[in-house]
């Protein structure tokens, strides 16, 4: 049996600290929400967002719903092309009942969240808040206001909790680093 560990060359955010951070958002989405007469809608940004998701929504005690949205802004490599196309759509068409929570794993370029942004903008959502569990701000090219951070890192590429190197890697529960050599293969 192979073992995905053998790949990582150090853990970055481990499970505990995931788990501290999935605590401090949903407490955060709970104090802005709790008293609005809106229904709070979260959209997980698939794939990535998954773990993150699932976790952040069972710490959350207040009416929510939840939907999915899948973009793409990355080719199968380490590069953001810029671009970002919907390929799987919410299920609402206008969102004007909704305060939409949208839930992402990593902002790097910003490219694919204030593509999303002006999205559901369109659609009249009566608030739209931005979470991140990780946020890479050294790589940013458009600047997009996130409202509910998880941790800032360092210009590294990073995988596991969702993250992904060629779809890959999703499964580790915590984030780290891959060897180089990983790369090269
Ligand atoms: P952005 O549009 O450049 O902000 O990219 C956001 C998306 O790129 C994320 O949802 C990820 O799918 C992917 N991405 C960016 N950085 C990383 C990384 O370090 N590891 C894995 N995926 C990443
Ligand atoms: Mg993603």
Same mark, same amino acid.
């Given at each position: 049996m192979y073992n995905i560990e053998n790949d990582v060359k150090k853990v970055l955010i481990t499970e505990e600290q995931i788990k501290e951070a999935v605590k401090r958002i949903a407490e955060e989405i709970t104090?802005?929400?709790?008293?609005?007469? *809106?229904? $709070? %809608?979260? /959209?997980?940004?698939? *794939?990535?967002? $998954?773990? !993150?998701?699932?976790?952040?929504? *069972?710490? %959350?005690?207040?009416?929510?719903? $939840?939907? !999915?949205?899948? /973009? &793409? &802004?990355?080719?199968s490599g380490t590069v953001s092309t810029g671009q970002v196309k919907v390929k799987y759509d919410l299920s609402y068409e206008t969102l004007e009942d909704y305060d939409v929570v949208v839930i992402e794993d990593i902002i790097d370029t910003g490219h694919t969240l204030s593509n999303l942004l002006v999205h559901l903008k369109n659609r009249q959502a009566h608030s739209v808040k931005l979470c991140a569990l990780v946020d890479k701000p050294d790589r940013r090219l458009v600047d997009v206001h996130v409202d509910y951070k998880g941790y800032t890192i360092p210009d590294e590429f990073i995988i596991g909790y969702g993250l992904d190197y060629n779809e890959e890697y999703r499964n580790l529960p915590y984030i780290g680093v891959l060897k180089e050599e990983v790369y090269h293969r």
């Open positions: 104090r802005d929400h709790e008293n609005s007469d *809106k229904q $709070l %809608l979260l /959209v997980c940004i698939l *794939k990535g967002s $998954l773990p !993150f998701t699932s976790d952040l929504l *069972k710490e %959350l005690r207040i009416p929510c719903i $939840l939907d !999915f949205m899948k /973009v &793409s &802004s990355y080719g």
